[in-house]
């Protein structure tokens, strides 16, 4: 060898295979999307949840071609009349079929839950990046609201809010989303901070970046799985506070077929007539159980690659 | 009993289907010391573990035997290896402080180790527990009995550790980078404690290092690993003097010393990166990377043949690279390379830093009054240890950590204490290299994003230049434009400190601090970057300040040294006389000689150094910070000792 400063270059040539040995996956980073996507496609119980979604997805979007009756039409001579091969699901004290009533309210839910999760992950994620990257009296001031807005039971607080605002779909889409908030405001923190001080940071300061750029430019790109857990799990939770609300009276005005709205109308028939109240509640607890699949589907990814 | 303590016969290890260990046999005599050394990715940890049979999960013997006093050791049930740990042989892990359990006093956890092994009462085992600590040498065993691990510094936590291993009056133990992470004076100390250990106990050692001289001041024969495989075996003095095999040779040859100096004398680094144990040649898994590579070492791989008495090679041409001796100086580049000379224009100037970090029970003199220069186009080399203050100061001067009290100027003029605040012709003057290769690039982004986003920053060129800047930049780091997609997760670590070299070389900068930037890399990729540093100064007349905890590397690349501990600067002045006669501050003296160095001092009003130093003076050094006694060459030295006397 006679000059080492030649002599290392080939030492990069042949390196080359390894890029094509490298999967798809590692290219995204051990904290990217697509081992996370990976992960839920080994584990049995995640693709239920998938298939779960996927059925409630499709009612959402054709529940007009399934059911078989307008779910607001009064058949007043079958008021109350348990599932049959007519009324698979039984009718309601309108005689309204149940089965068309518990397809069409899917609809509603899922616009509402990731509506709702999407602006809670929106605020707490800008909120949490920035009380995470400016360390300092701002910072602090931000984490003691959020504490106080989390202690607050989430039914109470959207009581309160939608009692001033008035019950409708966007507003219940804003008050799920501002108690969403502080919690996800949190995880993004926590995750900030394990990055702030990192090298690759510093060298964005020390080439002049702004600090929009390093939060979102640096930082987020870095955080994004314990983001899109988190707001998995926000989705479920959402789908329950839209229904609690609902059967409260506060969500989505009837006489919309929305389950916790249908739980609530049907409650006084719950000991003659439980099928009533059984399917939509059936349909809220699938909904949540496939959400809460496909979540931990991906929580388990993010644990083992860490 | 006669015979081996230990045999291992063809043994191979690995994870799921992946091997990381292939046919491995050596054999360790009763009270002998074997070292094994390695680069990452060798197989050494693998193999340290197999020997007790506790690898990680996955992991699994496919081949082979492990006799231990004849027994056949992976023929043992449960209970009998719960025996075998412990009473026969022991463990001891990198990091001790990982090895000890942080809400326990660590008497408390030697004497457990005791009574584990033998029914004791709780005096007893205390008594013995209090005998071991004294036996690893801690200072005041008493006192260090009823602290807990955080109370403890590196190599005292180590010593504990080496204390609990003892505990079951093991026949082996087994070091897995022992010293690795501790100060090189501790690190010293530790290797003279292991030395009297083995005298007085008589304990066979097998010690795992990628750090050759830890392996030749500790052991009496060696066998170097590489892809898995043995490669070589013989006694260290001969192995050292002489290696048998090339990537031994390549191993010596690539560590900076006494011997190699940037420009004139470059590192002889070992092209290309090395081969995974996962990956199957046909021939000699060394050949792509061999320089005495022939036809056949493609063909077949070379069984571990015998060379000379007691030493082997895997390799068929061992008697060639025994007789081929290690040039360490590569003639023809004798004199090409034209360094600027120290005393042009100053670019950095510090003077009187000081800064201070709040700790839980008080405050800690970070930087501690430091006063400094940096001319264009040379290296300034500061060499410390662990708490010295060194990687502060580089935050410091590149604005990442403000400065409590003293003056930064560059060319000149006063320096904004804040990154922020900078203006950008600033900005792309002045670039750093971190340490840690793993979190020195953003895992988002593409090496091509990456630069580009630099070259944007610093220099404006539009979106066509910055494109072909980009790869001019890789170019000048000898890396393929290909890698310009590739995700910082596809690149080694030596690969990811180039990258992070092209982005710190942007704009053409004036001066580039480089914190520690090859300690995390293997000794043959710390070569490479540590001559890329030297070409892309002398291409690009930028001056570094370079931070290190290794002597050697500073003596390789620095012009001008500056030596720290606790926050002051010891000792300032041109490389030349510092390594070569000149006066030298005690402290400089024991980096320079490698030997050991504890002391547990508290800061006091005087001199930092006082509790450790070999030449105290007396009462003077506790209660008076010493004078600042200036050099020839501009530099000085912070000591009560006369400079004559340095000398």
Redesign the interface.
């Known amino acids: 060898m006679p000059d080492s400063l030649v002599a290392d270059r080939p030492a990069q040539l042949q390196t080359d295979s390894g890029l094509d040995i490298q999967s798809v996956a590692e290219r995204f980073g051990s904290t990217g999307l697509v081992p996370l996507l990976q992960g839920v496609r080994r584990s049995p119980t995640a693709l239920v949840g998938v298939l779960l979604l996927l059925a409630w997805a499709v009612c959402a979007i054709a529940w007009p071609l399934l059911a078989p009756y307008d779910p607001n039409q009064f058949h007043t001579a079958a008021r109350l009349q348990p599932p049959s091969a007519q009324f698979w699901f039984g009718t309601d004290q309108f005689g309204r079929d149940v089965f068309s009533r518990v397809l069409a309210g899917s609809r509603d839910i899922l616009i509402v839950a990731p509506l709702a999760t999407l602006v809670g992950i929106g605020c707490g994620t800008c909120l949490g990046l920035v009380a995470g990257f400016y360390r300092g009296v701002s910072s602090e001031a931000v984490l003691r609201i959020m504490d106080a807005v989390m202690a607050f039971p989430i039914v109470t607080l959207s009581l309160l809010v939608v009692a001033m605002l008035g019950p409708s779909v966007v507003n219940v889409i804003l008050v799920i989303g501002l108690v969403f908030t502080p919690r996800v405001a949190r995880v993004v923190y926590a995750s900030t901070l394990s990055v702030r001080d990192l090298n690759y940071i510093a060298a964005a300061r020390l080439r002049g970046e702004s600090s929009t750029y390093i939060l979102f430019g640096e930082i987020l790109p870095t955080i994004t799985a314990p983001i899109i857990v988190e707001a998995t799990v926000r989705v479920g939770y959402a789908v329950f506070a839209s229904a609690t609300l609902s059967f409260l009276g506060l969500g989505i005005p009837p006489p919309a077929a929305d389950w916790g709205l249908q739980i609530a109308d049907a409650r006084t028939f719950l000991q003659s007539a439980p099928w009533t109240v059984l399917f939509p509640a059936l349909a809220i607890a699938s909904l949540v159980v496939g959400v809460n699949l496909v979540s931990d589907g991906l929580q388990g990814t993010r644990t083992r690659s860490s | 009993m006669s015979g081996p303590l230990l045999e291992v016969e063809n043994l191979s290890v690995a994870y799921g289907s992946t091997p990381a260990v292939r046919g491995v046999s050596f054999e360790v005599a009763r009270g002998e010391a074997y070292g094994l050394v390695g680069e990452s990715g060798s197989g050494k940890s693998t193999l340290a573990m197999a020997l007790v049979r506790y690898l990680a999960t996955g992991g699994h013997v496919t081949g082979g035997a492990i006799r231990f006093d004849g027994k056949d050791l992976l023929a043992l049930d449960a209970a009998a290896l719960r025996e075998f740990r412990g009473r026969r042989a022991a463990v001891v892990y990198q990091n001790p402080a990982a090895a000890l359990d942080p809400s326990m006093r660590v008497g408390d956890q030697v004497a457990e180790a005791f009574s584990a092994h033998s029914r004791l009462s709780t005096k007893e085992a205390r008594r013995k527990a209090l005998e071991a600590l004294q036996q690893v040498k801690l200072p005041d065993p008493r006192s260090v009995y009823d602290r807990y691990p955080h109370q403890l510094s590196g190599g005292m936590q180590q010593r504990v550790v080496i204390a609990t291993a003892l505990a079951g009056g093991p026949d082996l133990l087994i070091l897995d980078e022992p010293t690795t992470g501790l100060d090189a004076t501790v690190e010293a100390a530790i290797l003279r404690l292991l030395a009297d250990l083995r005298r007085d106990l008589g304990v066979t050692v097998v010690l795992i290092s990628h750090n050759l001289a830890v392996v030749a001041s500790v052991c009496d024969r060696v066998g170097v690993l590489y892809a898995g495989r043995l490669v070589e075996q013989g006694r260290v003095g001969d192995v050292f003097a002489a290696p048998a095999h090339p990537y031994t040779r390549g191993l010596l040859a690539s560590l900076p010393g006494e011997h190699s100096r940037k420009g004139t004398r470059?590192?002889?680094?070992i092209?290309?990166?090395a081969l995974s144990a996962a990956v199957h040649l046909p021939g000699c898994a060394f050949a792509?990377?061999c320089?005495f590579v022939r036809a056949e070492c493609t063909a077949a791989e070379p069984p571990l043949l015998s060379v000379r008495a007691a030493r082997s090679s895997r390799c068929y041409f061992a008697d060639e690279v025994l007789a081929t001796p290690i040039r360490h100086s590569?003639d023809?580049?004798e004199g090409t390379a034209q360094y600027p000379a120290a005393g042009g224009t100053q670019l950095l100037t510090l003077s009187d830093a000081q800064k201070t970090f709040n700790v839980s029970g008080g405050r800690v003199h970070a930087v501690d009054g430091v006063t400094l220069e940096v001319p264009s186009g040379v290296t300034v080399g500061l060499v410390g240890e662990s708490g010295s203050g060194k990687s502060t100061l580089a935050?410091i001067i590149?604005?990442?950590e403000p400065l409590d009290s003293g003056t930064l100027e560059w060319r000149g003029q006063p320096l904004e204490r804040s990154?922020?605040r900078?203006p950008?012709e600033v900005?792309r003057e002045?670039?750093?290299v971190?340490?840690?290769p793993d979190?020195?690039?953003?895992?988002?982004?593409s090496v091509g994003k990456l630069l580009e986003?630099?070259i944007r920053?610093?220099t404006g060129l539009d979106a066509r230049a910055r494109r072909s800047r980009a790869a001019d930049l890789l170019a000048a780091v000898?890396?393929?434009a290909?890698?310009l997609g590739?995700?910082?997760?596809?690149l080694?670590g030596g690969?990811r400190q180039r990258v992070?070299i092209a982005?710190a070389f942007?704009g053409s900068p004036a001066l580039v601090l480089c914190d520690e930037p090859t300690s995390a890399l293997d000794a043959s990729v710390q070569?490479?970057i540590l001559?890329?540093l030297a070409?892309l100064q002398s291409e690009q007349g930028s001056a570094y300040l370079f931070i290190s905890h290794d002597i050697d590397v500073v003596r390789y690349l620095a012009d001008i040294v500056g030596v720290m501990y606790r926050g002051r600067l010891m000792q300032l002045g041109s490389a030349a006389p510092v390594f070569d006669g000149g006066p030298r501050h005690p402290y400089t003296q024991v980096l320079l000689s490698g030997s050991a160095l504890e002391g547990e001092a508290e800061q006091t009003g005087g001199c930092p150094f006082q509790a450790s130093c070999p030449r105290k003076l007396g009462a003077i050094c506790e209660t008076q910070v010493p004078p600042w006694r200036e050099t020839s060459d501009g530099g000085g030295i912070l000591c009560h000792i006369p400079l004559e006397e340095l000398t």
């Open positions: 470059p590192l002889h680094a092209p290309g990166t792509p990377r320089e590569p023809h580049l935050r590149a604005g990442l990154v922020e900078r950008r900005l002045l670039q750093m971190f340490q840690d979190s020195t690039l953003n895992p988002r982004h986003r630099s920053q610093l000898d890396m393929d290909r890698y590739a995700r910082p997760s596809e080694s690969q992070a982005r942007a070569a490479t001559n890329l070409r």
